[in-house]
């Protein structure tokens, strides 16, 4: 679309001459040749500016992520060793209830599938009573508790030829494991 100028004449001044309107059309001409030059220099520099904008934008889009990364990385440096605490002071006072958990499941299923079978378990000094109260609940009767040897913190239960180990001291070193998995992951 191309913008036309109105032109009023004066009806007093006569009727244009040839030259007039010749001298007219050139400036109707260089108008129209300066408009369309303009809106295509215009066009080009808002084109120019706007990728210069955009190219600006994904920079700072480019180093705002690394910038996320970084917190996120040190965020993980920092939120490790607290993590790696609490497991460390909460998972001793949950292994016990863990343990005897465990130690019901796998009782009620020799109970279940071999139920005339002696079960030997072996455990710290400590675990002893908890482990009685596991085989009285599970209403096992040929179950044997014997002393572990010296150093050693798990349950071990010994039935025929298979043996289950049981120590609770794998899940708090597992969850660490995760802890340290989720450190060093992006």
Do not use: N, W
Request: proline share 5%; aromatic share 2%.
């Amino acid at each position: 679309m191309r913008p036309a100028v109105l032109r009023l004449d004066s009806f007093s001044s006569g009727p244009s001459t040839g030259a007039q309107l010749a001298a007219a059309a050139a400036r109707e001409e260089a108008f129209q040749l300066g408009y369309e030059k303009g809106l295509a220099e215009g066009r080009e520099g808002s084109l120019d500016a706007l990728t210069d904008t955009l190219a600006e934008l994904g920079r700072d889009m480019q180093a705002s992520q690394q910038a996320e990364a970084a917190l996120r990385r040190e965020l993980r440096a920092a939120l490790a060793p607290v993590l790696h605490t609490i497991v460390d002071l909460l998972g001793p006072r949950s292994e016990k209830e863990r343990l005897r958990h465990a130690l019901g499941e796998e009782l009620a299923r020799i109970v279940e599938h071999v139920p005339d079978r002696t079960v030997i378990l072996r455990c710290p000094q400590d675990l002893q009573p908890d482990l009685a109260d596991c085989i009285d609940r599970a209403r096992f009767l040929q179950a044997r508790i014997e002393p572990l040897s010296a150093g050693l913190d798990r349950v071990e239960l010994a039935a025929g030829q298979g043996s289950i180990i049981l120590d609770p001291s794998l899940f708090t070193a597992r969850l660490k494991a995760i802890i340290d998995d989720i450190k060093t992951g992006e």
